[in-house]
């Protein structure tokens, strides 16, 4: 079985084939470059005249022709309203003109399916850190739930914000990342856990009101929230009595992340699991292949049911497939 798999929910738009034996025959996406900020209608106009490129290339990379496919997936949500649309109605119409199924996707559930093709984690807690999202999700009871969370913004686009207040070009994350190396003092800044759940933007505001050496300062964001992430996945293992972390979004390839992140689960004898670059970000395959497992296990929509869900929640999703 073959499945096209189209991704839209922020910055990126994209477009996958994936095949029911988990192999990606392609995976194109492209990102919407913001200036200030994030314009959900000039990400979806954008996205609007990317999409049939990027499917045609989607398609002559992985060779297949429209007949060959056998189900069209999108991002359903979590996401900003105008590119989710535009997405979904790339899919509709082409779930109708070839005539196959179609299935809503759960955003941040796709982050957690793919690693689990993608790597050896079969049962992890996924830390999910990308632009719009910070999340730290595992498998209990037939759902994916969430044990910790933002409270205010995703960590990446606080680094983002951050970034464009110091001048560094978009995205921020790597350019702190570099910075960082630099770094040598540890500037106090609030450590915002609360619960299980974090938060990003009074520490944010608090960086930028410090008068010292940026490339102190990157460090210092790094070591604080990246801590706090560490904090709350521990505490999301133990709860849950799992042994692997999951590592996605464009924010987990930084590299002290997952070096605090692999100190943390060697010392409680756990494993972590990293995806590489392009199942990290936001993608289409992961996508494609979480709708191929969706289907496979007995679930698709109409086309008149398939309104997008700009909140869909993660533990809204009954897990079928597990
Ligand atoms: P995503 O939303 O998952 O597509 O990921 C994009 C986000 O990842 C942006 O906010 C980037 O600034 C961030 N990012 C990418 N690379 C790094 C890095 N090396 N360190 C920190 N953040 C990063
Ligand atoms: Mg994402």
New binding site residues.
Partial sequence: MKVIGIEGT???IGVSVVSSDGEVFSNIFKTYKEKEGIHPREAANHHASEIVPLLKRAMEEAGVKGEEIDLVAFSQGPGLGPCLRTAATAARSLSLSLEVPLVGVNHCIAHLEIGRLRTEAENPVLLYV???NTQVIAFKKGRYRVFGETLDIGL??M??KFGREKGMSF????V??EKAKEGEELVELPYSVKGMDVEFSGIMTSALNKEVLVEDLCYSLQETTFAMLTEVTERALAHTRKDEVLLG???V??KRLQEMIAKMTEERGASYHVPEAEF???NPAMIAWTGYLMYDSGISIPVEESNIKQKFRTDEVEVTWR
């Fill in positions: 922020a910055h990126t990308s632009g719009g990446g686009n680094l983002d995205p921020a994350g790597p702190i990342e979004g464009g924010v390839q930084n990290c970000v936001d």
